[in-house]
């Protein structure tokens, strides 16, 4: 009888990152799109209450691959130094249904998230989007300079935390991903020159006013897939192209579109869908903001975990 457990192929965090360039991330996502794949028809994630954070169970099947990632959410995670987010994740054989691969699910989601993002912002953003300015400081605050790096050549890059020591740390960290450009810690008042504007925060509350972002600017807000927070203002959600990666989850856990739309400010009939914007059946905006909000779903670390074996 084979030995399952001998069988599979272990990736560490440390072979994900030499495996998996954050360009190569990125256009898997936007191939996994192009090709036809539509996430309202991915499978339906768990999200499960559990002492000290949630437990997520988060199944995908795509393109002849079968995944799993088993992944949890523990908010008290960053004082103690590690990740707020922790996981493995679970390659299987889309034949025999055999499980083929274990990758270390931290490292994966701290590329696929960033990569995500940047897809849906390199159609998105003007081809002269140089200005950059991202609110937090954790990994996915520094992950998201080197892949907005990838996909334009920017100038200047903002970053805004609320301890002045970890933005420090931040902002060394990041130098690396975009070594031309002006980077330094900022304030709220960067975000009216900011042309690409990255909130990557566990805030309840809108970040900054909706009149201090121009209307040539591209934003992702990634913080939260809770129905009550919200980083953006809900007038600027109202006023900007809201791309999404499902009507069905954005209902479901987006709080930036969710508060909006009980604000009277959007419609879900107004979402575009990351599907419809990559297939080019729906045009980005060229006279309003560009907003993509996502919440994380299961196809996009299917499409990434494949890279690494």
């Known amino acids: 009888m084979p030995d399952v457990i001998a069988d599979l192929t272990l990736v560490s965090a440390q072979q994900l990152e030499e495996r998996i360039s954050m360009s190569a991330a990125i256009e ?15 499978l339906a994630r768990q999200i499960l209450d559990v002492p000290n954070g949630q437990l997520l169970l988060m199944p995908a099947a795509a393109a002849g691959a079968v995944g799993q990632k088993f992944a949890t959410v ?11 987010i922790q996981a493995v994740y679970i390659l299987v054989d889309g034949t025999t249904l055999a499980p083929t691969a274990i990758l270390d699910g931290t490292a994966l989601t701290s590329i696929r998230t960033p990569a995500v993002s940047a897809a849906c912002a390199d159609v998105l953003a003007e081809p002269d989007a140089a200005d950059l300015v991202v609110i937090g400081t954790g990994p996915q605050s520094i992950r998201h300079v080197e892949a907005f790096a990838a996909i334009r050549p920017l100038r200047s890059v903002r ?6 020591a970890r933005t420090a740390s931040a902002v060394d960290a990041s130098r690396g991903y975009a070594p031309d450009a002006d980077m330094r810690a900022g304030t709220v008042d960067d975000i009216a020159n900011a042309t690409l504007i990255v909130c990557a925060t566990t805030a309840s ?11 040539d600017a591209t934003i992702v807000a990634i913080g939260s897939h809770e129905r009550d927070r919200t980083e953006l203002d809900p007038v600027l959600v109202g006023r900007s ?11 479901a ?18 979402l575009v869908t990351m599907n419809e914007l990559l297939t080019g059946a729906v045009a980005p905006a060229s006279d309003r903001p560009r907003i993509v909000k996502t919440c994380g779903m299961g196809w996009q670390d299917l499409a990434v975990a494949r890279l690494a074996v």
């Open 28 to 42: 898997a996502i936007q191939i996994t799109l192009r090709d036809g794949f539509d996430p309202e028809d991915d």
């Open 74 to 84: 523990a908010p008290g995670n960053p004082e103690r130094g590690l990740e707020r």
């Open 159 to 164: 970053i805004i935390g609320r301890d002045a």
């Open 205 to 215: 509350e809108p970040l900054f006013p909706s009149e201090m972002v121009r209307d």
């Open 241 to 251: 192209q809201v791309v999404v990666e499902s009507r069905r989850v954005a209902r």
């Open 253 to 270: 856990e987006a709080g930036d579109v969710i508060v909006a739309v009980e604000a009277g400010m959007l419609r879900y009939d107004d």
